[in-house]
Nanobody, 114 residues
Framework: QVQLVESGGGLVQAGGSLRLSCAAS????????MAWYRQAPGKQREWVAT???????NYADSVKGRFTVSRDNAKNTVYLQINSLKPEDTAVYYC????????WGQGTQVTVSS
């Protein structure tokens, strides 16, 4: 069974950076589009960015220019580099396929202090 494990979150000051990782066990990312999502307290989970199987990336307007998604298919890992963090970026970050979604992982908490 495929498991998604997110890591790399933490507590940072506004303007700081973090690099999140999402590793999949039991499956391969190669040829699979993967996406990052986040869920802030009291809000619904929202889409943040997508890394397509073609090597392109798409971003939500709220993070465009600050977040960069990348992948290492050999390591079955997708990354999310987040820069210029804002307090409103505080959320639990998850990865998953945008279609035929897998079981959600535990996510990784990102907390941005002002």
């Amino acid at each position: 069974q495929v498991q998604l494990v997110e890591s790399g979150g933490g507590l940072v000051q506004a303007g700081g950076s973090l690099r999140l990782s999402c590793a999949a066990s039991g499956s391969t990312f190669s040829g699979t589009t993967m996406a990052w999502y986040r869920q802030a307290p009291g809000k619904q989970r929202e889409w943040v960015a997508t890394s397509t199987s073609y090597g392109t990336a798409n971003y939500a307007d709220s993070v465009k220019g600050r977040f960069t998604v990348s992948r290492d298919n050999a390591k079955n890992t997708v990354y999310l580099q987040i820069n210029s963090l804002k307090p409103e970026d505080t959320a639990v970050y998850y990865c998953n396929r945008p279609y035929n979604q897998l079981n959600w992982g535990q996510g990784t908490q990102v907390t941005v202090s002002s």
